[in-house]
């Protein structure tokens, strides 16, 4: 059984960091992608990066652009999320997802309402980040 577990949110001030962490267990796909989504009270959930195991490539959508960066440790079999200059905007629970196919990224699956759930099948229960103004 495949599972996601995300971790590392929290409270933290404009300006400031958090690292995400999405471990996954029962996972043994060799072509896969691991989708960063987050969704903000009283919006719809939103795909904001993702990590392409073909080819090792990231994706950003511009929002984070810059100030995120997604990141496999493969001894760990996580996938994590650096937040840097944090904004009040940002704050959302964040979730992350598993897709068995890597063109979830280069598609652009990760970022279309249209198609992220088609894509991707595993999902976290995800973690609750807030930014302060």
């Known amino acids: 059984e495949v599972q996601l577990v995300e971790s590392g949110g929290g409270l933290v001030q404009a300006g400031g960091s958090l690292r995400l962490s999405c471990a996954a267990s029962g996972f043994t796909f060799d072509d896969y992608a691991i989708g960063w989504f987050r969704q903000a009270p009283g919006k719809e959930r939103e795909g904001i990066s993702c990590f392409s195991s073909s080819d090792s490539s990231t994706y950003y959508v511009d929002s984070v652009k810059g100030r995120f960066t997604i990141s496999s440790d493969n001894a760990k079999n996580t996938v994590e999320l650096q937040m840097n200059s944090l904004k009040p905007e940002d704050t959302a629970v964040y979730y992350c997802?598993?897709?068995?196919?890597?063109?979830?990224?280069?598609?652009?699956?990760?970022?279309?309402?249209?198609?992220?759930?088609?894509?991707?099948?595993?999902w976290g229960q995800g973690t609750q980040v807030t930014v302060s103004s």
């Open positions: 997802a598993a897709s068995v196919d890597s063109r979830a990224c280069s598609t652009g699956a990760y970022y279309s309402r249209t198609y992220f759930y088609t894509w991707f099948h595993y």
